[in-house]
């Protein structure tokens, strides 16, 4: 199989709009004689919906919520970029650009990015005409911040509620459309298989989670909107449903997997605080910019945030300031992650010896309790909420945890996967991050491939399609369809001894201890004989009970699950094959002397597309060089 | 902690329910509530027992997802949402009854999920801005007051849990829709359409089955999102200066 990027020739500012002129239209009249699926309804399948809607296509739309407002979208906090340079501080798309490609570590792709950067300016104007009530200034101006990664201010904001307000108004689209009978919208709704007919996607198997009904789907195309895969490991800062069901079963159908092992571990997240615990919780990285982040000089095990204060200036060390004084503590995410790791690592850690302070008391003391309270009022208040401690006291406790996945289906520039007429938008694809993703950067993916990419590159495939509809009777379709019933009675017969969660919890340890922070070919090749057994245990000795056609929570998880296992073993493939450190994938082996990710760039600057080759096969390695024109690759340096 | 629970089973929408009780040892107090529901769920399942079915997803405080009618309050004694609840707002001892969502418009899935679908029907019928992607003008064209533009983000702020409906005792919806309907009115992206909106949102919200608003005020008590009571005054002068100057409405969509 030859992967062709299908990136445009030409200077980097020209190949998008180039592109653009280049792709085919379907026109007018003949939209509505074209249906398209997308499975999603989080920034990327909403926007996707509803602008195809707008352009005249018929659309259906699914989601596994009991809205498409609730998707896992809506609990972005800090903000998204966009380079509008409203500051006057010199911003421009080309630093954008820039700084995306650097802060991914130069694992992504400059055609993609650069558009991206392009199209983040169109974004704001679209969610403003929207009604999305961004913060102002008193002129009545948008209002701007910085974010970790960057030296401009380029991040527009709402309070720490940006996802919400730009998914509401995302889904505001959306309404309109299913309002205008253009769109078709299917919450409880799960997607379980894709369908290929003639090698072409043609369609899905879904469940109605209510019901517990399972049907067909046939339609032009099928967008996967589906989001990341970070449960995986069971804990990190995703919502519980979210899942890798969708793409999962897409790449069995042939779509390869871009660089799996691409995981995002947050900075900023609340500690673990015992065994029960079901998810972690972010507190958004805009904390970094008046928060500062320190932990005692020596080891103080056991330190508790209130006995904080009595440590003296001279026993604290800022490890972020100390070690990268030109960004200091806004250093981008894999950075800052990993420092906190060494820390505790050293013992130096505090509270249960997995965590670090983040410490507000000299921002109160110069900008007052009052302008700290409106900047992050929300988040302190949940801290506070969640912790029982109080921030504006005692400075927060946070612990790195896993909260975004740069790795997906492997697209091309038309944000097609390999299967023709099956695209991923959003986290769902590979595209635009590298090997770490800078802060809000994922709400401008989501909306600039679903506002501003998909609507030109899905009429160049439909434009050379038959309009003819076909039937959802169709043998591949009930063959699909069989086969999805049949995995489900398979987990109901079981009847083990153990629950899906306990599964789950052990996939995700296993991942976190082996494939998390830092990996090493010793732990990955252990992580690999355990998950493999795991997952032999788990066909055996899972416990679901119920039935399948009724509401079966479990039932639902335990497809999902049988999924992670399988993803979490390609996941520790790619990362056992990347012999270098690059973003968010720190391998120990390769480090410079002073511990930074040491890039092996004559080796490894691909992107690692992996191809199913079925059950307990391994899969096979495409590689797709990553050609870089404008920027020269170096050792990324934030000091 | 030791903790007692009764909670509202019911298999299905047509199935009577009942409340059962059950015992939970070992609660932390640094656990969600949520978390100790999923820790009482995994002794029943590794009994043979069938988990209690609930509505949640991101677990923290912000998809609306999560509902439960706790001790009587919708969310529990907090002002905040179940998933944000921890066991040490309760006492070791204490009994706990939990009920789903109690409103005839949202009629019960199983157990303590419902059927929310109400709500999605009210904003569907005219809970955005029509402009389509593209084509609009630059995001600093129209300059907006920070008063308005806060004041429109804390009506944006709902969740769309319904535990307004929930606190109601004539389950009305007013809260949840007048704080759209303030949003897109405050705006001047919203002004155009904003007649028209209003009618079509307060018909769809009748035709749901919510209850009148008597202005009681527990909606904005229990809501975990402190939307304010003024939206519902600004949607009754909305729809009031609505019905004697708009035109007549008679299309669906393409307002």
Same mark, same amino acid.
């Given at each position: 199989m030859k992967l062709d990027s299908k990136i445009p020739d030409g200077p980097l500012a020209e190949k998008w709009t180039k592109h653009k002129f280049n792709l085919k239209l379907v026109n007018p009249a003949n939209k509505r004689k074209y249906d398209i699926i997308v499975v999603g309804t989080g920034l990327a399948g909403a926007s996707?919906?509803?602008?195809?809607?707008?352009?005249?296509?018929?659309?259906k739309a699914f989601c596994f919520q009991d809205s498409a407002r609730r998707a896992h979208s809506i609990a972005a906090q800090g903000g998204i970029n966009a380079a509008k340079n409203y500051q006057n501080d010199g911003d421009s798309v080309y630093r954008l650009f820039y700084d995306t490609i650097k802060g991914g570590d130069y694992r992504a792709r400059e055609g993609n990015v650069y558009r991206l950067a392009q199209e983040s300016v169109n974004i704001i104007d679209q969610c403003v005409a929207q009604g999305v009530p961004f913060a102002r200034e008193y002129g009545g101006l948008l209002a701007n911040r910085s974010f970790g990664g960057a030296q401009v201010s380029r991040t527009f904001y709402a309070r720490g509620q940006t996802g919400q307000q730009l998914l509401l108004g995302a889904y505001s689209a959306l309404n309109r459309q299913i309002s205008n009978g253009k769109v078709k919208m299917y919450p409880r709704t799960e997607m379980l298989d894709v369908v290929l007919v003639d090698g072409k996607a043609r369609g899905i198997i879904t469940r109605d989670l209510v019901t517990g009904k399972i049907e067909a789907h046939s339609a032009h195309a099928v967008l996967l909107c589906t989001g990341g895969y970070g449960n995986v490991f069971f804990l990190s800062t995703n919502a519980k449903g979210c899942n890798a069901t969708a793409?999962?079963?897409?790449?069995?159908?042939?779509?390869?997997?871009?660089?799996?092992?691409?995981?995002?571990?947050?900075?900023?997240?609340?500690?673990?605080?015992?065994?029960?615990?079901?998810?972690?919780?972010?507190?958004?990285?805009?904390?970094?910019?008046?928060?500062?982040?320190?932990?005692?000089?020596v080891a103080r095990p056991g330190l508790k945030a209130k006995d904080a204060v009595n440590i003296p200036e001279a026993e604290r060390d800022y490890f972020l300031e100390r070690r990268y004084p030109s960004f200091g503590n806004l250093v981008p995410r894999d950075v800052a992650s990993r420092n906190a790791k060494n820390m505790c690592d050293d013992g130096r850690g505090v509270g249960s010896g997995l965590a670090v302070f983040l410490d507000f008391a000299d921002a109160i003391k110069r900008d007052g309790k009052k302008v700290i309270e409106a900047k992050y009022g929300n988040l302190f208040d949940m801290y506070k909420q969640i912790t029982g401690d109080n921030p504006y006291e005692a400075p927060m406790m946070i612990y790195p945890a896993v909260h975004?996945?740069?790795?997906?289906?492997?697209?091309?520039?038309?944000?097609?996967?390999?299967?023709?007429?099956?695209?991923?938008?959003?986290?769902?694809?590979?595209?635009?991050?590298?090997?770490?993703?800078?802060?809000?950067?994922?709400?401008?993916?989501?909306?600039?491939?679903?506002?501003f990419v998909i609507p030109y590159t899905i009429g160049d495939y439909l434009a050379g399609m038959p309009t003819e509809k076909i039937s959802a009777d169709r043998g591949e379709f009930r063959e699909a369809?069989?086969?999805?019933?049949?995995?489900?009675?398979?987990?109901?017969?079981?009847?083990?001894?153990?629950?899906?969660?306990?599964?789950?919890?052990?996939?995700?340890?296993?991942?976190?201890?082996?494939?998390?922070?830092?990996?090493?070919?010793?732990?990955?090749?252990?992580?690999?004989?355990?998950?493999?057994?795991?997952?032999?245990?788990?066909?055996?000795?899972?416990?679901?009970?119920?039935?399948?056609?009724?509401?079966?929570?479990?039932?639902?998880?335990?497809?999902?699950?049988?999924?992670?296992?399988?993803?979490?073993?390609?996941?520790?493939?790619?990362?056992?094959?990347?012999?270098?450190?690059?973003?968010?994938?720190?391998?120990?082996?390769?480090?410079?002397?002073?511990?930074e990710a040491q890039r092996r760039d004559d080796l490894f600057t691909y992107a690692a597309a992996w191809e199913y080759k079925g059950e307990n096969q391994v899969e096979v390695l495409h590689k797709e060089e990553l050609i870089f024109e404008n920027v020269k690759l170096t050792q990324r340096s934030y000091k | 902690m030791k903790i007692t629970l009764k909670i509202w089973r019911q298999k299905n929408q047509g199935a009577k329910g009942s409340f059962k009780?059950?015992?939970?040892?070992?609660?932390?107090?640094?656990?969600?509530?949520?978390?100790?529901?999923?820790?009482?769920?995994?002794?029943?399942?590794?009994?043979?027992?069938?988990?209690?079915?609930?509505?949640?997803?991101?677990?923290?405080?912000?998809?609306?997802?999560?509902?439960?009618?706790?001790?009587?309050?919708?969310?529990?004694?907090?002002?905040?949402?179940?998933?944000?609840?921890?066991?040490?707002?309760?006492?070791?001892?204490?009994?706990?009854?939990?009920?789903?969502?109690?409103?005839?418009?949202?009629?019960?899935?199983?157990?303590?999920?419902?059927?929310?679908?109400?709500?999605?029907?009210?904003?569907?019928?005219?809970?955005?801005?029509?402009?389509?992607?593209?084509?609009?003008?630059?995001?600093?064209?129209?300059?907006?007051?920070k008063k308005v533009a806060d004041e429109a983000f804390d009506a944006?702020?709902?969740?769309?849990?319904?535990?307004?409906?929930?606190?109601?005792?004539?389950?009305?919806? /007013?809260?949840?829709?007048?704080?759209?309907?303030?949003?897109?009115?405050?705006?001047?992206?919203?002004?155009?359409?904003?007649?028209?909106?209003?009618?079509? /949102?307060?018909?769809?919200?009748?035709?749901?089955?919510?209850?009148?608003?008597?202005?009681?005020?527990?909606?904005?008590?229990?809501?975990?999102?402190?939307?304010?009571?003024?939206?519902?005054?600004?949607?009754?002068?909305?729809?009031?200066?609505?019905?004697?100057?708009?035109y007549e409405v008679t299309t669906k969509g393409e307002g």
């Open positions: 996707a919906a509803a602008s195809l809607g707008e352009l005249g296509y018929n659309v793409i999962w079963r897409a790449h069995k159908k042939g779509a390869l997997f871009g660089n799996p092992c691409f995981t995002q571990i947050h900075p900023t997240c609340i500690p673990v605080s015992g065994d029960h615990q079901s998810k972690l919780t972010l507190m958004s990285e805009s904390l970094r910019n008046d928060g500062r982040v320190w932990v005692p000089k975004y996945t740069m790795g997906g289906l492997w697209v091309d520039y038309n944000l097609m996967t390999t299967v023709p007429g099956l695209y991923a938008l959003g986290e769902a694809n590979f595209s635009d991050h590298g090997a770490n993703r800078l802060g809000a950067s994922a709400l401008m993916q989501g909306l600039a491939d679903g506002y369809l069989e086969k999805v019933n049949s995995t489900i009675l398979k987990f109901l017969s079981i009847k083990g001894k153990k629950t899906v969660d306990q599964f789950h919890r052990e996939l995700g340890l296993t991942m976190w201890d082996y494939c998390g922070m830092a990996r090493n070919a010793e732990g990955l090749k252990k992580a690999k004989t355990h998950i493999r057994q795991l997952r032999d245990e788990f066909w055996q000795n899972v416990n679901v009970l119920g039935s399948s056609n009724e509401l079966n929570q479990e039932l639902e998880k335990a497809m999902r699950v049988a999924d992670f296992m399988e993803l979490g073993e390609l996941m520790v493939d790619d990362a056992l094959h990347r012999e270098e450190s690059c973003g968010g994938h720190f391998r120990e082996e390769y480090q410079t002397p002073d511990g | 009780e059950y015992k939970v040892d070992h609660v932390s107090p640094d656990m969600s509530f949520l978390e100790m529901l999923d820790v009482l769920n995994t002794e029943l399942i590794l009994k043979g027992e069938e988990p209690i079915a609930f509505d949640h997803d991101c677990r923290e405080g912000i998809c609306g997802t999560c509902s439960l009618y706790i001790n009587g309050r919708p969310h529990g004694p907090l002002q905040t949402t179940t998933c944000q609840l921890h066991m040490r707002t309760f006492k070791d001892g204490e009994i706990i009854t939990i009920e789903p969502w109690r409103a005839k418009a949202f009629p019960i899935i199983k157990d303590l999920v419902v059927d929310r679908g109400a709500f999605e029907r009210i904003q569907q019928a005219g809970g955005y801005v029509s402009v389509n992607t593209g084509g609009v003008p630059d995001a600093n064209e129209i300059p907006i007051p944006a702020a709902c969740i769309g849990c319904g535990a307004c409906v929930a606190a109601c005792k004539n389950a009305s919806a /007013m809260l949840f829709v007048s704080a759209k309907v303030s949003q897109l009115a405050l705006l001047p992206q919203g002004k155009p359409e904003k007649k028209e909106r209003v009618e079509r /949102m307060v018909a769809q919200m009748d035709a749901e089955g919510f209850g009148a608003c008597t202005n009681t005020g527990a909606c904005e008590a229990e809501c975990p999102k402190s939307i304010s009571l003024s939206n519902i005054a600004r949607m009754n002068r909305e729809y009031f200066s609505a019905k004697f100057s708009s």
